[in-house]
């Protein structure tokens, strides 16, 4: 069964603290993405990418990086967290064109306090 | 930029068939998809419509895509407790609405 797996459910971070949250796909999907969603806002895009060490921006990039070494794995990072951050994030992959849809992993429940 | 538009919540009896409504701006996006988010899960893909079909019917689920107004439907037939869930529209994957509640009644 394919999958995309987020390396943690839950997550409680200090203010300030360097936060990295992965995201790994078995699918060799070119594309990745992370999301934030939050009540009455939805899915909002922080970044995505499109192949490897590549990355664009998205709706709401501001406080956050991405890396992407490997095909694979995408990792969001928050440099200096704050707690307009807590948030669920949401990562998810597709093979490039639009067809195929999104694969979605089962977010990580970010708290900063 | 591109937006994507969906009613907030819906309650329905079980058996009730549901409609959930979603108007979206891109009049270029080739598909357009239906996902599901069940309590604590991510989204699921639940079916998708090319933008040069009118409907697309999967067991329970019809979608009808009106691109002259840029609105899409989903329709659960004969709805359940199970199907109790958020329901996101999406138009090329990039742009989310941001979900309706679906809250299905014994």
């Known amino acids: 069964d394919v999958k995309v797996t987020q390396s943690s459910r839950y997550l409680v971070k200090r203010t300030g603290e360097k936060v990295f949250l992965e995201c790994v796909q078995d699918m060799d999907h070119e594309n990745m993405f992370w999301y934030r969603q939050d009540p009455g806002l939805g899915l909002r895009l922080i970044y995505f990418?499109?192949?490897?060490?590549?990355?664009e921006k998205g709706d709401i990039p501001e406080g956050y990086s991405v890396s992407r070494e490997k095909k694979e794995r995408f990792s969001l990072i928050l440099e200096s967290a704050s707690t307009n951050q807590t948030s669920m994030y949401l990562c998810?992959?597709?093979?490039?064109?639009?067809?195929?849809?999104?694969?979605f992993g089962s977010g990580t429940r970010l708290t900063v306090v | 930029g591109e937006d994507v538009e969906q009613s907030l919540f819906l309650s329905v009896r079980e058996g009730d068939s549901s409609v959930i409504n979603c108007t979206y701006t891109d009049s270029s996006s080739t598909y357009l998809y239906w996902y599901k988010q069940e309590p604590g899960a991510g989204l699921q893909l639940l079916t998708y419509?090319?933008?040069?079909?009118d409907m697309k019917q999967d067991q329970r689920l019809t979608v009808l895509l009106n691109k002259k107004d840029k609105h899409l439907s989903l329709r659960i037939a004969d709805t359940q407790t199970g199907d109790s869930a958020i329901y996101f529209c999406a138009e090329r994957g990039l742009t989310f609405g941001k979900g309706t509640m679906l809250l299905v009644s014994p």
């Open positions: 419509i090319f933008s040069n079909m």
């Open positions: 990418s499109y192949d490897v060490k590549m990355k």
């Open positions: 998810a992959s597709s093979l490039t064109g639009d067809s195929y849809g999104y694969t």
